[in-house]
Structures are given as structure tokens and as C-alpha cells.
């Protein structure tokens, strides 16, 4: 005898499963729960509001195409993140900001300015509110390069291994430990209040 | 200043990605090294500042309509013949494809000009379906049309005089 599946109180996994068996309504409930988290993380890659809701929406598509596939190994909001930062990669890599950013590029090769900086070290004892400290974090994200965003992205935010984001941004572990590296001592500087200038 | 590479090693320690020897040498390092020490905390903290702290974002649109959207193109996609089915690999053999269907036009289209080298004119007729065509005497060009392969090939001389 079949239930009647209550979208508002079922779980993820519940309303996976129905969606697998065509469930638009079901699939509705999943965009509505993760929309934000989606969009917001397409945001943190292409920290452009027409694009990041672009691709959250194909990301969507996609995921509707795709969920037989799902086989719930992680939750579904990490498998939906996982879509969404592939899609952001390949549109990155459309966009050429690789090549566009190849000064940023030859200072990564060559050292860059970061290996010679002395070590700061952000206040961890200045309270600041969550809300403040995630609003500063995101500047300080926002004024980094594509490669030392992403690399950062997702290391910290998806947890991902090297081998992991060497696989997604196509590029050896070597290269991710020198951006990983890179970008968190500017980040470690940004967050610090520190300008450049002033290290010089 | 410890170099760039161990560098790098202080920061796959931290991040848990060393084998337990090479864990245990960067501690080693870092109890006999102020600057691997301090490289250690400043990524550390770092590191703290980012884990769990990506900012929250609001979709800039209605949920609403960023749903209807999300219909539509789904239902556009299901609408087509293939919209929702899975991209699948083409056989291995359809890579030669190609490059056989190109080797094959140029073999037909060499032995058709072989045969027929006492015609020597403006025009050669070579059977119902295929024929090549020098347009003039002194132009540089001449096309072949083959019927059943639905196919012209245009050979173009731009260093005759």
C-alpha cells in the first residue's frame, strides 16, 4: 500500500528517492531546501551574481537528468555541490581567466610575492561576530585570483584532498600545494588588515 | 628561511597529506626550526578562519520563478528525443571513421583519374554517377562529384601558372 509522501517533513534521502521515480514535487522540495547553498557556492567561484544563478539553475537540470546515478554514497547537497563547482570549473575554463591571469600566473611559478612575506599572523582573539568574520572572509576570497580562490574553495569549504582538486582544476598536486599555499598567505594577510605595500 | 619546498612540506602536514615519516621528520623540523614553526600557526589559523565560514547567500531572485525557470528547461530537455538520456561513449572502432571515410574518397578518387588518362579533356565522364570536371583549359582547378558517396571534392593548384 502506498503513503503519501509529506515533502515538508521527509528527509533528503526520502525525497530522493521519490524524485528517482519521477517525483517532480519531490524535486521541487530539494531545490527549495539547498537553492541558496547552491547559488551561493556558485557565487564564491564566479563572484558574479547573473552567472552563479546561471549555473546553480543548470546544476539543477543536471541533477534531475542525473539522479539515478545518485547512489547517496555522500548526501545529496554534496553530490548537488559537486555539480554546481564542475559546471563553475568548465565555465571558468571557457572564459580563459587562466590565460587572462597569466602575470598572477608567472609570480605563482616564480614564488611569487608570498614566499618572501614574513609570517602574519590574523588575531585569533579579535571576537568578531560569525556574520562579520564570513563577511570579511568572503571580501578577502573575492580579491584573490580564479585558480587561488577555487584551490581554497575546495580544500577548506568541500574538504577535498589534493589528488581531488588536482583531478577537478586539471593540474598536478604540485601546483595545488604551491596555490593552496599562495593563497592562504594572502588570505592570512588579508584577514590580518595587512596591505601588501606594508610588507614591502 | 626554509625553502619553498619545505614549505610546502609544513603545509601537507598540517593538512594530513604526508606518510607518517615524513610527518615525523616535519615535526623534527619544526621543534628545531622559529620559522617552520611560525609558517605552521600562521597556515594553521588560517586554515581555522576558512573551515565552516563560507558566507551564506540568498538567491537574488523569487523561489518561484527560479523554480519555474528550472522546470522549463527540464521539460524542454525531455521534450527532445534524447533530452534525458545518458550521454553514452561511442564505439572504439568510430574514431577510424574519419580518417577511413577521407583515405577511402581520395583511393576512389586516385584510381578513377588513373583510368581514364586518354580522355585528356575538359570533361571526363567515368560512369552515370561520378565525374570530374577541369572547367578550363588554363584554370588551376577541377572538381570530382561522386553521386554515391553524395560527395565533391575541389582540387584547387594556386602555384600553376
Not at chain 1, 74 to 96: E, G, P
Not at chain 1, 152 to 169: C, N, P, Q, S, T
Amino acid at each position: 500500500m502506498s503513503q503519501k509522501l509529506d515533502f515538508a517533513t521527509a528527509d533528503d534521502k526520502m525525497l530522493v528517492k521519490a524524485a528517482q521515480k519521477g517525483g517532480m514535487q519531490a524535486f521541487e522540495e530539494l531545490v527549495s531546501r539547498h537553492r541558496d547553498k547552491i547559488y551561493g557556492r556558485a557565487f564564491s567561484m564566479m563572484r558574479n551574481e547573473e552567472e552563479a544563478v546561471d549555473l546553480s539553475q543548470e546544476a539543477w537540470v543536471k541533477a534531475w537528468q542525473r539522479l539515478k546515478q545518485f547512489q547517496g554514497e555522500a548526501s545529496f547537497v554534496t553530490w548537488m555541490t559537486r555539480i554546481v563547482i564542475n559546471l563553475c570549473l568548465d565555465q571558468l575554463r571557457k572564459q580563459k581567466r587562466l590565460r587572462a591571469e597569466s602575470i598572477e600566473q608567472m609570480d605563482e611559478e616564480s614564488g611569487g610575492v608570498e614566499r618572501q612575506m614574513p609570517v602574519v599572523t590574523p588575531n585569533p582573539t579579535e571576537r568578531l561576530e560569525r556574520g562579520e568574520l564570513r563577511q570579511r572572509i568572503d571580501e578577502a576570497l573575492g580579491k584573490l585570483s580564479y585558480e587561488h580562490r577555487t584551490v581554497l574553495i575546495l580544500h577548506e569549504f568541500d574538504e577535498l584532498e589534493y589528488k581531488e582538486i588536482a583531478r577537478r582544476m586539471q593540474c598536478s598536486i604540485g601546483t595545488v600545494m604551491s596555490r593552496l599555499f599562495y593563497a592562504r598567505r594572502k588570505m592570512a594577510v588579508l584577514l590580518a588588515g595587512l596591505k601588501r605595500e606594508e610588507l614591502r | 628561511m626554509i625553502n619553498h619546498q619545505t614549505q610546502l612540506k609544513v603545509q601537507a602536514y598540517l593538512d594530513g597529506e604526508l606518510s607518517a615519516g615524513e610527518a615525523r621528520a616535519v615535526e623534527e623540523l619544526m621543534r628545531s626550526d622559529a620559522d617552520a614553526q611560525a609558517l605552521h600557526q600562521e597556515l594553521r589559523i588560517a586554515r581555522s578562519f576558512l573551515a565552516g565560514n563560507e558566507l551564506e547567500r540568498k538567491l537574488p531572485e523569487s523561489p518561484e520563478f527560479y523554480w519555474s525557470k528550472i522546470r522549463r528547461q527540464i521539460e524542454r530537455a525531455e521534450s527532445t528525443p534524447d533530452g534525458l538520456s545518458e550521454p553514452t561513449a561511442p564505439p572504439w572502432w568510430s574514431r577510424f571513421l574519419a580518417p577511413a571515410g577521407v583515405l577511402g574518397a581520395l583511393a576512389v578518387f586516385v584510381a578513377l583519374v588513373l583510368r581514364s588518362p586518354q580522355d585528356g579533356g575538359t570533361f571526363l565522364a567515368l560512369d552515370d554517377s561520378h565525374e570530374i570536371e577541369t572547367p578550363l583549359e588554363e584554370t588551376s582547378s577541377f572538381s570530382f562529384r561522386s553521386e554515391a558517396a553524395a560527395m565533391t571534392v575541389v582540387w584547387v593548384d594556386s602555384h600553376r601558372e
